[in-house]
Structures are given as C-alpha cells and as structure tokens.
C-alpha cells in the first residue's frame, strides 16, 4: 500500500492508501475522488486522468513515455509536471505522493 494525496482544484484533499500495483487513476476512481474520469479504463486513450504531480516527486515517477506525452498534447492546460494518472504505477517508492488535479478534465 502506498499514501497517495489527491488535491482538488478547489483545494479538497484526499489522502487514500492506494495497493501497490494498480495505478494512481484507479485509486482516484475507486474511491471517487472528484476531477479523475479515466474514460478510457487506463488504456492511454484519452487523457481524462491528467493530474499534476507534486515537483518534490515528479523525478520519482519516471516521467512519461512516447504515447502519453501524445496523449498529453490534448490536455486543456499542460504544466512541466503533467502525467496522466493511469500510467503512474503504484509502488512502495511512490508512497506519499501528492497530485493536483486540474481545473478541468476536458
Ligand atoms: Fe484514459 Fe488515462 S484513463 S488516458
């Protein structure tokens, strides 16, 4: 289990623990935080899952690979920390992680 901290747009924290292999969109929807759709199931499709990681854990996450950063192209508003949230795994390394969601989805 990792603590993962979602913060709303409008400032409403949610701190879930989240199991260790699914991804921090599906820790979103599971226990509905609001502002993550993830429409597409995870499949990188569709960008309603775009959250902004925290800067301190940003480098923590890997980074995006070549078909999310396409993917992130369609997001309204892309900051230097975007990642889209299905394509973040879970592991003990991210326990603590802090995302911001965005304004809006789409
Ligand atoms: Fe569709 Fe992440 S859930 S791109």
Redesign the pocket.
């Known amino acids: 289990m990792a603590k993962i901290t979602y913060i709303e747009h409008s400032g409403t924290e949610h701190n879930i623990e989240v199991e260790t292999g699914k991804t921090v969109?599906q820790g979103a929807v599971d226990n509905f935080v609001e502002g993550i759709?993830?429409?597409?199931?995870?499949?990188?499709?569709?960008?309603?899952?775009h959250v902004i990681v925290d800067e301190a854990w940003y480098s923590k996450t890997g980074g995006p690979n070549e078909s999310e950063l396409e993917?992130l192209d369609a997001v309204p508003v892309l900051t230097p920390t975007s990642r889209?949230?299905?394509?973040l795994k879970v592991t003990e390394e991210l326990d603590g992680l802090v995302v911001t969601l965005p304004e809006e989805q789409f």
Do not use: P
């Not at 597409?40 to 309603?48: E, H, I, K, L, M």
């Not at 889209?84 to 394509?87: H, R």
């Open positions: 969109m759709i993830g429409e597409c199931g995870g499949c990188c499709s569709c960008a309603t899952c993917m889209l949230s299905c394509q």
